[in-house]
Protein backbone atom coordinates (compact mmCIF):
# COMPACT_ATOMS: atom_id res chain seq x y z
CA UNK A 1 0.00 0.00 0.00
CA UNK A 2 1.19 3.59 -1.10
CA UNK A 3 -0.25 6.74 -0.49
CA UNK A 4 -0.19 10.29 1.38
CA UNK A 5 -0.07 9.97 5.46
CA UNK A 6 -2.62 12.35 7.46
CA UNK A 7 0.68 14.78 8.80
CA UNK A 8 1.47 15.35 4.84
CA UNK A 9 4.64 13.50 2.92
CA UNK A 10 3.44 9.52 1.82
CA UNK A 11 4.33 6.09 3.06
CA UNK A 12 4.76 2.74 2.11
CA UNK A 13 3.28 -0.20 3.97
CA UNK A 14 4.37 -3.69 4.19
CA UNK A 15 3.11 -6.72 5.56
CA UNK A 16 5.10 -9.59 6.62
CA UNK A 17 3.14 -12.91 6.55
CA UNK A 18 4.11 -14.64 10.37
CA UNK A 19 1.99 -17.66 9.45
CA UNK A 20 -1.61 -18.98 11.11
CA UNK A 21 -3.24 -15.90 9.06
CA UNK A 22 -0.95 -13.51 11.37
CA UNK A 23 0.75 -10.59 10.05
CA UNK A 24 3.19 -7.95 10.96
CA UNK A 25 3.33 -4.30 9.42
CA UNK A 26 5.98 -1.69 8.71
CA UNK A 27 5.78 1.63 7.68
CA UNK A 28 8.53 3.52 5.62
CA UNK A 29 8.00 7.04 5.81
CA UNK A 30 8.99 9.97 2.99
CA UNK A 31 8.59 13.83 2.53
CA UNK A 32 7.77 16.47 5.06
CA UNK A 33 7.29 16.01 7.77
CA UNK A 34 9.66 12.78 7.78
CA UNK A 35 12.73 14.30 6.87
CA UNK A 36 14.66 14.33 10.01
CA UNK A 37 16.13 11.20 10.87
CA UNK A 38 14.43 9.60 13.81
CA UNK A 39 14.46 6.30 15.48
CA UNK A 40 12.16 3.13 14.15
CA UNK A 41 12.69 0.46 16.30
CA UNK A 42 10.89 -0.41 19.70
CA UNK A 43 13.82 -0.60 22.07
CA UNK A 44 15.50 2.75 20.02
CA UNK A 45 12.63 4.72 20.40
CA UNK A 46 13.50 4.47 24.42
CA UNK A 47 16.95 4.49 23.74
CA UNK A 48 17.87 0.88 25.38
CA UNK A 49 19.59 -2.00 23.62
CA UNK A 50 17.88 -3.55 20.43
CA UNK A 51 17.52 -6.86 22.13
CA UNK A 52 15.12 -5.33 24.80
CA UNK A 53 11.51 -4.64 23.82
CA UNK A 54 11.10 -6.90 20.51
CA UNK A 55 8.12 -8.67 19.14
CA UNK A 56 8.40 -12.96 19.86
CA UNK A 57 5.88 -15.28 17.95
CA UNK A 58 5.45 -18.76 19.43
CA UNK A 59 7.08 -21.63 16.48
CA UNK A 60 5.04 -25.04 16.54
CA UNK A 61 8.44 -27.52 16.88
CA UNK A 62 12.10 -27.44 16.13
CA UNK A 63 11.59 -28.32 12.79
CA UNK A 64 9.22 -25.27 12.20
CA UNK A 65 11.59 -22.77 14.08
CA UNK A 66 14.35 -24.49 11.80
CA UNK A 67 12.50 -23.47 8.78
CA UNK A 68 11.69 -19.73 9.94
CA UNK A 69 15.54 -19.62 10.56
CA UNK A 70 16.34 -20.86 7.01
CA UNK A 71 13.84 -18.70 5.55
CA UNK A 72 15.20 -15.31 7.41
CA UNK A 73 18.42 -16.62 6.30
CA UNK A 74 17.75 -17.54 2.25
CA UNK A 75 16.15 -13.78 2.26
CA UNK A 76 19.30 -12.21 3.29
CA UNK A 77 18.79 -11.60 7.00
CA UNK A 78 21.26 -12.94 9.45
CA UNK A 79 19.94 -14.59 12.26
CA UNK A 80 21.07 -15.24 16.09
CA UNK A 81 20.05 -18.57 17.37
CA UNK A 82 19.84 -19.33 20.88
CA UNK A 83 19.43 -22.21 23.43
CA UNK A 84 17.96 -20.88 26.53
CA UNK A 85 18.22 -24.46 28.07
CA UNK A 86 13.84 -24.04 28.24
CA UNK A 87 13.41 -22.63 24.84
CA UNK A 88 14.86 -22.69 21.99
CA UNK A 89 15.01 -19.46 19.80
CA UNK A 90 15.90 -17.59 16.74
CA UNK A 91 16.31 -13.69 15.97
CA UNK A 92 16.44 -11.13 13.58
CA UNK A 93 15.96 -7.63 12.88
CA UNK A 94 12.96 -6.53 10.88
CA UNK A 95 13.40 -3.07 8.30
CA UNK A 96 12.56 -0.96 11.21
CA UNK A 97 15.49 -2.32 13.40
CA UNK A 98 13.42 -4.27 16.07
CA UNK A 99 14.33 -7.81 16.93
CA UNK A 100 12.38 -10.41 16.27
CA UNK A 101 12.28 -13.84 17.60
CA UNK A 102 10.18 -16.53 16.81
CA UNK A 103 10.48 -19.47 20.14
CA UNK A 104 9.76 -23.12 20.51
CA UNK A 105 9.72 -24.30 23.98
CA UNK A 106 11.62 -27.29 24.66
CA UNK A 107 10.76 -28.55 27.99
CA UNK A 108 7.86 -28.55 30.81
CA UNK A 109 7.37 -26.68 33.40
CA UNK A 110 7.21 -27.77 36.69
CA UNK A 111 6.39 -26.31 40.26
CA UNK A 112 9.71 -25.28 41.01
CA UNK A 113 9.49 -22.79 37.94
CA UNK A 114 6.95 -21.42 38.77
CA UNK A 115 7.77 -21.04 42.61
CA UNK A 116 11.47 -19.64 41.29
CA UNK A 117 9.49 -17.00 39.06
CA UNK A 118 7.01 -16.33 41.82
CA UNK A 119 10.37 -15.44 44.21
CA UNK A 120 11.89 -13.77 41.08
CA UNK A 121 9.31 -10.61 40.83
CA UNK A 122 10.21 -10.02 44.50
CA UNK A 123 14.06 -10.66 44.78
CA UNK A 124 17.22 -9.54 42.76
CA UNK A 125 19.53 -11.75 44.61
CA UNK A 126 18.47 -14.73 42.99
CA UNK A 127 21.57 -17.12 41.53
CA UNK A 128 21.78 -16.62 37.77
CA UNK A 129 20.38 -19.23 35.58
CA UNK A 130 22.47 -21.05 33.22
CA UNK A 131 23.90 -18.93 30.00
CA UNK A 132 22.41 -20.02 27.11
CA UNK A 133 24.06 -21.32 24.20
CA UNK A 134 24.45 -19.07 21.26
CA UNK A 135 25.08 -19.46 17.40
CA UNK A 136 25.50 -16.69 14.84
CA UNK A 137 23.95 -17.60 11.12
CA UNK A 138 25.20 -15.21 8.57
CA UNK A 139 23.49 -14.69 5.70
CA UNK A 140 25.05 -14.95 2.15
CA UNK A 141 23.31 -11.75 0.52
CA UNK A 142 22.11 -8.31 2.46
CA UNK A 143 18.42 -8.23 2.84
CA UNK A 144 16.39 -6.50 -0.34
CA UNK A 145 15.51 -3.28 2.01
CA UNK A 146 19.55 -3.14 2.60
CA UNK A 147 20.58 -3.91 -0.85
CA UNK A 148 18.04 -1.17 -2.79
CA UNK A 149 19.63 1.19 -0.54
CA UNK A 150 22.78 1.45 -1.74
Known sequence: EIGPTPEGGWAKHFFYDTGDGELMAFWELHGEPFERAFPTSLSGAAELPG????????????????????????????VVEIDHHW???????????????????????????????????ERDDLPHDERPTVRFHRAKESPVHTRAAS
Open 51 to 78: WTNHVAFRAASVPDLEQRRDRWLACGYD
Open 87 to 121: CHSIYTNDPNGTTVEWCVTTRAFDARDAARAREAL
